[in-house]
């Protein structure tokens, strides 16, 4: 079943005129959720009567922040992150879901990172940087970092500390669309002769076959900006293990199936020392019958993207349903249950 927290706002602090930074502790006896650089939290809000759902990157590091913290920037028809910046402040509570996230450090750490972000796709990057320089010795790293001016560029004053502290070790290059002859910065978008001239430059102007193998990319930004740095990587050979992307939303969604009640499948759960069952209409996902007879299954997005409902399949097959693709899958895959329909007469999963 899915475990719900109770969390207090301890503080509120305004990054940039449309981004605040919020702090957060445990609001009921229980430690404060365990997290790894680069995953998110998933709030449960009820800004007008209506639950939604919404997955917020820490910005906090464990490595160097003993509270927890989301940063949040306003987005145009924002029902979450625009009722949280205007309606929550210090000694509200909230309710959370699990920690999830897969955009995450590798280990061993490589030689090389390099971060492309934009906007608030500096959350999770932030949480990686504060973890990596707290380290005494770690890779070069390259932030590639697009905004509109300096104003609206979130976290730029710890950004710009970092780079007169380790000069040897970490290098970023702002891409401000709106502000001219600002320090470390270039005028206009980041797109593809951008980005290529500044990994030609990072990487001392001739990528090498250890240059491919020995550096990570991690990319948090507008879905073209993404794309457009992906297919500028796999041009110059930069192999796609070695390429981590973090989405919270689709594209597109996925399309949903007719349902037919007259037929049902039986799907069996084990999570932890317990085990329940229930059944799904033919067509109906997993996540979507669990929710429609009470039982709380973890999920944020429901569109295959955030990862927060992801279980593993023990037996039995499921068809995963994305906007572009149908996969089948079978024991020991990993599903995610809110594109996943049964596809055998029974399913049993495995929930962490």
């Not at 697009?146 to 004053?157: L, Q, V, Y």
Request: charged residues 20%; aromatic residues 8%; positive net charge.
């Amino acid at each position: 079943m899915e475990s719900v927290r109770r969390l207090r706002i301890i503080g509120k602090h305004q990054e940039t005129p449309d981004t605040a930074t919020f702090t957060l502790e445990a609001a009921d006896e229980k430690a404060l959720p365990a997290y790894r650089p680069g995953q998110f939290l998933s709030l449960i809000l009820y800004p007008h009567g209506k639950e939604i759902r919404r997955a917020y990157s820490f910005s906090s590091s464990p490595a160097t922040d003993k509270a927890l913290t989301i940063t949040v920037k306003r987005v145009v028809n924002g029902a979450a992150s625009n009722w949280l910046l205007d309606h929550v402040d210090a000694g509200d509570e909230v309710l959370s879901a699990s920690v999830a996230g897969q955009f995450v450090l590798p280990a061993p750490l490589p030689r090389r990172l390099v971060y492309l972000a934009a906007g608030s796709g500096i959350t999770p990057v932030m949480s990686h940087l504060k973890t990596l320089l707290a380290t005494p010795e770690g890779p070069e790293i390259l932030l590639l970092y697009a905004n509109r001016d300096s104003a609206n560029t979130i976290f730029k004053k710890q950004i710009d500390d970092w780079q007169e502290q380790f000069p040897e070790r970490f290098t970023c290059r702002y891409f401000f669309s709106r502000e001219k002859n600002a320090a470390h910065s270039t005028f206009g978008h980041l797109n593809k002769s951008g980005f290529e001239e500044a990994l030609h430059r990072f990487l001392g102007r001739r990528i090498t076959g250890a240059h491919r193998r020995d550096t990570v990319f991690f990319l948090c930004a507008p879905n073209a900006l993404m794309r457009m740095a992906r297919m500028t990587l796999r041009v110059l050979d930069f192999p796609e293990k070695n390429i981590r992307q973090e989405f919270y939303q689709p594209v597109r969604q996925p399309a949903l199936r007719t349902v037919d009640t007259t037929k049902t499948h039986t799907i069996r759960v084990v999570q932890g020392g317990e085990q329940f069952q229930f059944e799904t209409f033919e067509g109906e996902t997993i996540l979507n019958a669990a929710l429609r007879q009470g039982i709380q299954l973890p999920y944020t997005c429901k569109a295959g993207v955030c990862l927060t409902c992801l279980a593993q399949c023990t037996g039995g097959q499921v068809d995963l349903v994305f906007a572009e693709s149908t996969r089948r899958e079978g024991s020991g895959a990993m599903i995610n249950t809110c594109i996943g329909y049964a596809a055998s007469k029974a399913v049993d999963l495995k929930l962490e």
